[in-house]
């Protein structure tokens, strides 16, 4: 099965522009995501821009890059567009998150297993929150699933205690047609309402898996994170 990962990386970050070339100890933000993304088992890798100083710095570094519409509203239709691009059009897409720098290829691997294993159209990971605090941030999603590991919900709220929520983490997978179909649906009153477009897809009919990982995960979002990362890079590397 031909899976690609697609790393979408934008200048204009509101919070921490041009992140993705941030220096975290001697190398940018977005190659250590290639360079890891690079470890799982996908058949390309690639990033998807809308800005010529992220697509040649990529370049420069011996990956691979294409030029994608700064008009995208979200890193999925980004997607889109650069699996377009392929010459032979992917089985399926990974959607990489480009602000997270020391990302496990085995993260990665999970979402691929479920693309190959299971006829599903949309997958993501989730993992336990890791403390109260965590659970009542807004910022930090929401997630209940069934048995079969099917999401039932995604919110920014937390709820009661009589369902186990998740922590969502940010990265999927698509079938292509999925990517495709999903891509053209118009926002949801409930998207609108908590700003996650995955509540677009679920008032669509769309079915989201999941997959539980361990690992804990650093995401750039502010220079605070950035110092964070460094200091850890310091270390591992």
């Known amino acids: 099965m031909n899976i690609v990962g697609i790393i979408p990386a934008r200048f204009n970050s509101t919070r921490l522009p041009g992140k993705p070339l941030e220096d975290i100890n001697g190398v940018s933000m977005v190659m250590r995501v290639v360079n890891q993304a690079r470890k799982a088992e996908l058949s390309e890798v690639i990033v998807a821009t809308d800005d010529d100083r992220i697509f040649e710095h ?140 995955q509540l677009r897809w679920f008032e669509n009919g769309y079915d989201i898996y999941t997959a539980q990982i361990q690992e804990n995960s650093v995401c750039v979002d502010t220079p605070e994170d950035l110092e964070t990362a460094r200091a850890l890079a310091k270390k591992r590397d």
């Open 58 to 197: 990529v370049i420069n570094h011996g990956a691979k890059a294409v030029m994608t519409s700064p008009l995208h509203p979200s890193g999925t239709d980004r997607c889109l567009e650069a699996a377009l691009q392929f010459k032979t059009t992917p089985n399926a897409v990974i959607n990489i998150q480009g602000d997270e720098p020391f990302i496990e290829p085995e993260v990665i691997n999970k979402l691929a297993l479920l693309l190959r294993t299971k006829q599903i159209q949309i997958c993501t990971l989730i993992k336990e929150f890791d403390s109260n605090e965590s659970l009542q941030n807004p910022n930090r999603v929401k997630v209940i699933i069934n048995n079969a590991g099917k999401a039932l919900s995604f919110s920014r709220k937390a709820g009661d205690d009589s369902q186990k929520q998740f922590q969502h983490l940010g990265i999927y997978g698509y079938s292509m047609q999925a990517l495709k179909e999903i891509t053209r649906l118009e926002q949801s009153p409930l998207e609108l309402k908590e700003k996650l477009e």
